[in-house]
């Protein structure tokens, strides 16, 4: 029996760790092929040997990052899942974030934990709603962004117009890196932009292993590939023309974006993918506190709570609480204090979670996400952190409903479960969950950005507390802030909307439609109502 090897807590031990750690998210629209992406990325690295995709072949298995039933069944990402694995000398953090819209404020919150976005675009469809929303979040936040363009091995639009498509929509200056040999959909390879060689790809079955690359020269190339060869040499000069050349200062500065072609299902260009997000994407930097204070790296251990999820594992139905490391060295055991509470917090049980799988996480350094076990004491946006003096990050804003509905219970002989439910649906931010005087604290009131949110409230619901839920719609469509709870007793609503209290204690009021709006603070002379964070703050 071995001795462990001793683990450097130092606070030179976080700068060296740190430069190591590469921490990221993909951002797409659904069906752009965010998921199995994230598991080819996962295979190159030899994490697992045999990567599933959700609409793959027969004998392909579900992704195991999509770990929710309802996931696995709609082949969607409703949930974050956080994995980490080497790759090289890097460590890599890599949060694959929802991609349907109704879920935008989830990854809204795994966007404020991460240092470069991965922007995946679909070869035939470009740009979508959702991609855009997207990465308004990175532009607010100044993250640099890679884009990789999806599913080549389909038909699809010309690489030169999807390029000029990212210029034009989103004022990015793409800088492609490699460029399509063959039309989308006769996907050959790619022209390598950094020596001019031509990397061909070769199927592997199903695509279910890494697919095997050769690399050609320029004049090998054009005997055995002709026509196809001289058009990506023609369309790739035609790049340089118009100032596509790769300025890295451009990239850290979010004013431009290098471009990869690929297809994720088939493992082609992942490993390029890959090697960029080594080489190129920014390593951990100090964070700024509450009072915009630069908290170094080396400072003792703090991290914040990005987000929060029960029910991963059926088997012990534990709440893990996933939180960025900011600065210093986190070690399993050591007791930190909630900066939001004061209160001190033991993390004796702390794990990297990939999906339903977890591994007993011992140490981590700035840049990793860590899974706090049984953190029902954590909310979203709670601050971690050990010694004094203490930090306090910015907390993360609720984006504000579009849709809310009466969740009612049919068994009352479940109310005690209901109950406990719904206080694990509001802490882990599943639905925004509310109070009405009118309808009383038996009768919750939930608020959603996108009505399939009620869908998952209903299904966990049942399948983790054993209650059918039926949810009724409520007529309204627009919410705001009072700044003073005494309001509720000097504003005449009337019938046009209804007064609400959000579970983390804001005082809200709810609008049938812009119109009642209006005309309750025409009623009301003087009345100042916030409006609520909403999709790109």
């Known amino acids: 029996m071995t001795a462990a090897t001793p683990v450097d807590t130092s606070p030179s031990a976080a700068f060296r760790e740190a430069s190591r750690r590469r921490t990221f998210a993909v951002i797409s629209h659904p069906d752009a092929g965010k998921s199995t992406l994230t598991e080819a990325l996962a295979l190159h690295a030899k994490v697992i040997s045999e990567a599933g ?42 949060l694959d974030t929802p991609g349907h ?58 690489a030169l117009d999807l390029c000029e498509e990212i210029k034009q929509r989103i004022g990015l200056e793409p800088m492609p890196l490699t460029w399509p040999v063959g039309e989308a959909g006769r996907f050959r390879g790619v022209l390598d932009r950094a020596d001019g060689t031509f990397i061909r790809y ?27 060869w ?30 990869l072609f690929g297809s994720g299902v088939l493992n082609f260009g992942v490993r390029h993918l890959l090697d960029l997000i080594v080489s190129l994407a920014p390593r951990p930097t100090p964070r700024h506190d509450i009072n915009g204070d630069s908290r170094p790296l080396n400072s003792p251990f703090s991290a914040f709570v990005f987000k ?5 594992d059926k088997s012990h139905r534990d709440q893990v ?60 946006g709670d601050t971690l952190h050990a010694g004094k003096p203490a930090v306090r990050y ?10 809310f509905a009466v969740g009612r219970l049919t068994d009352l002989s479940r109310a005690k479960q209901f109950r406990k439910g719904v206080e694990q649906l509001a802490q882990e931010g599943v639905v925004q969950v509310l109070t009405s005087d009118r309808r009383g604290d038996g009768v919750p009131v939930f608020g959603a950005v ?74 009301n002379e003087g009345l100042v109502l916030e409006t609520l964070v909403a999709g790109t703050t």
């Open 230 to 259: 001289t058009h990506a040499v023609e369309s790739a000069e035609l790049v340089d023309i118009s100032g596509g050349e790769f300025d890295v200062a451009k990239f850290f500065d979010a004013t431009a974006t290098p471009v």
């Open 308 to 312: 929060v999820q029960t029910g991963m």
């Open 202 to 228: 070769t199927r592997t079955a199903g695509g279910a292993t890494a697919a095997p690359e050769e690399r050609i020269d320029p004049t090998r190339a054009l005997d055995e590939e002709g026509e196809d």
């Open 450 to 523: 996108g009505p399939m949110q009620f869908e998952v409230a209903v299904h966990r619901l049942l399948a983790e507390f054993g209650c059918v839920v039926k949810m009724d719609h409520l007529p309204y469509t627009m919410v705001r802030r009072m700044p003073d709870p005494k309001l509720r007793n000097t504003i005449n609503l009337g019938n046009r909307g209804e007064f609400l209290t959000r579970a983390d204690g804001a005082e809200l009021v709810v609008f049938n439609d812009q119109t009642a709006l209006n005309v309750t603070l025409r009623l």
């Open 394 to 403: 910015p907390g993360l804003p609720s984006f504000a409903p579009e849709h």
């Open 53 to 94: 995709a959700v609409h793959g072949k027969a004998g392909r298995r579900g992704v195991v990052s999509d770990w929710m039933e309802m996931e696995q069944a709609r082949g969607i990402s409703i949930t974050s899942a956080a994995l980490q694995f080497s790759y090289g000398d890097a460590v890599i953090n890599l």
């Open 101 to 158: 819209a109704d879920f935008s404020e989830d990854t809204y919150r795994v966007l404020s934990a991460v240092d470069c976005a991965v922007m995946l675009l679909d070869a035939a469809k470009g740009l979508e709603p959702q991609t855009l929303k997207l990465f308004d979040v990175c532009r607010h936040r100044g993250i640099p962004v890679i884009t990789f363009i999806n599913k080549w091995d389909r038909p699809g639009r010309d």
């Open 321 to 380: 609480a996933f939180a960025r490391v900011c600065s210093g060295v986190f070690e399993r055991g050591m007791v930190v204090t909630n900066a939001t509470t004061g209160k001190p917090f033991a993390t004796k049980y702390a794990q990297q979670v990939f999906g339903r799988e977890r591994t007993t996480l011992d140490v981590a350094y700035p840049g990793d996400v860590i899974g706090l076990i049984n953190a029902s004491a954590l909310r979203v």
